[in-house]
């Protein structure tokens, strides 16, 4: 597609409840990243692939978040047994190679009551 | 540990005014700095930074590096309410994932 694509837009889950987020990037590009961005906050780093491999997973907060690319295109972000603290908007952003060039999806807006 | 610091937080101006955004860095290995326009949720890019005292323009904004200071200013002239957004700094880390700073929230009123 001509841009990058995130689903869904908006979320509202109950606390403790699992949900998977998902990342359609742009064709071809091999870098694929998560962020998530808390009210009032920048952006703070989750994940990387280059293309299927998950190259560094040191942003993800807890052992209840898993990422994945399995055929090196669309990603999934999936949270279990959500907590009110992972309400954020959750960006993906895919490039060509590496941080250059970033083209970011509209993101998810997660909340948890 | 790498640090983006942004300022000021919020400002709010007049249509017609000229804004200044400042973005200071601590970063190992430097070696880009980018500017990026959040108006809903998805932020665009607007420059990359790579060597002191070169500016980079477009249209009404334009930007800055110091690289001996360690920071970047964004401007804009002739502010109009499309302008209204957040401007977030980043700088990369790593193998290529950024590190941003909190943005600053810019308010244009007619």
């Known amino acids: 597609g001509a841009g990058v694509s995130q689903s869904p837009r908006y979320k509202v889950a109950k606390r403790g409840q699992d949900v998977a987020l998902r990342c359609d990037p742009i064709s071809g590009h091999v870098s694929l990243f998560w962020y998530q961005q808390a009210l009032g906050q920048g952006p703070e780093f989750l994940t990387y692939?280059?293309?299927?491999?998950?190259?560094?997973k040191s942003g993800l907060p807890s052992d209840r978040f898993f990422a994945e690319r399995p055929e090196g295109s669309v990603s999934t972000l999936k949270i279990q047994r959500t907590q009110q603290e992972d309400s954020a908007v959750y960006l993906c952003?895919?490039?060509?190679?590496?941080?250059?060039?970033?083209?970011f999806g509209s993101g998810t807006r997660l909340t948890v009551v | 540990e790498d640090k983006v610091v942004q300022s000021p937080l919020s400002l709010v101006v007049h249509e017609g005014d000229t804004v200044t955004l400042n973005c200071s860095y601590e970063?190992?290995?430097?070696?880009?700095l980018l500017w990026y326009k959040q108006e809903k949720k998805a932020p665009t890019f607007l420059f990359m930074l790579?060597?002191?005292?070169i500016e980079k323009k477009s249209g009404r904004l334009s930007s800055i590096l110091d690289k001996k200071e360690l920071f970047s200013i964004l401007n804009i002239t002739a502010t109009q309410t499309g302008d209204s957004a957040v401007y977030l700094c980043a700088v990369p880390f790593g193998n290529e994932k950024l590190t941003f700073g909190t943005g600053t929230r810019l308010t244009i009123i007619p």
């Open positions: 970063v190992t290995n430097f070696r880009s």
């Open positions: 692939f280059q293309n299927e491999a998950q190259l560094d």
């Open positions: 952003a895919s490039s060509l190679w590496g941080s250059y060039g970033y083209t």
């Open positions: 790579t060597s002191s005292g």
